[in-house]
């Protein structure tokens, strides 16, 4: 197995892995939606709210926000060993908003939830959670917990996770350069030189196949395929967690599963000899 | 996660597994069907929202399902930690 970072900041990472098979990245973009954990504002409890959103609307919207999570010095709340509805130091953190508009209309925005976490914060302080007129109130404390994106959405740590076949094309000698492929390409994958048809951009290929119906020529000397071990694996992450902690954490986590899985089928073998 | 066999005889197996889905299963699926000493293997997840499959292994009889299921779960764990370092590296590098 082959791997190489195509791209990577704060938020995203591109890496075109090598022999490996589409059960196996599958797996991992699937955990990577469903099982890794990160952070988000689980309850609520509203004090006073005097704005023209219902307790339950605001609620949805701080949920929604990314909060940036640390998944070292925090347990989900069914693994934490205070085994309490409420939560404990290690499995709860608590967000406070106490906004009152004193003069004239306000938009009250993320950065004004306080934490008692400096750590666990919203990711952009620039998210609108609601707009007050004036003499209007919010007063709230959120209650923030891990949690697994197979749960609810807001406890996904990726806005998006995708893989794709590395694409191949091959044009033979017999092109007459014509550039009907140049101009259909939604993707701008192909260039016009001279009389001839050059690739220019490989990977923003996604198989779509128009370049080879758009060929004047019979039979058409492009031939567009994939590479079937190669994958172009993207990942953008919410802000929660870095892409690298995040498919790391996937990884660990598939090791566990699989782990457990043994551990279950040797059982049985025992339970019935 | 709980293992219950449903059938089972010399060459066959066929269990309900609870709290996996199609993750877990398609990656055991594809990697049975790899083994030439398996003859067919299969799973099913019968209720999209319960989160219980239902795997199905048969092989042409020189071993057993069960350990076949095994090796398969062993040698996906291989490529897996394989992933995780060759991923470390890179990462280390860039």
Redesign the interface.
Known sequence: MEIEVLEKDEKNMRLLIRGTNVPHVNALRRIIMTEVPCMAVDEIVMLENSSILQDEIVAHRLGLIPLKTDLDSYNLPEECPCKSEFGCNLCRVTLTLDVEAKEGTKTVYSDELKSENPEIAPVSGKIPLVKLAKEQKIRLEAYVRLGKGKNHAKWQPVSMCTYKYMPKIEISKNCDGCGKCVDICPRNVYAKTENKVEIRNLMACILCMDCVEACTQNPPPIEVSWEKDTFIFSLESSGALSPERILSEAIKILDKQLKEFESQIKVKKIEES | ???K?LK?TANELK?E?EG?????C??L???LLEDAHVESAGYDVPHPLASNAIIYVRTKGRMKA?EV??SA??K??E??????K???K??KK?
């Not at chain 2, 996996?20 to 877990?24: I, S």
């Open positions: 996660m709980k293992v066999a089972k269990i597994v996996v889905g199609h993750t877990l398609n990656l699926q594809k990697r069960e299921l095994q779960v062993e996906i764990r490529t897996n930690k394989e992933f995780g060759e991923l470390q890179v990462l860039a």
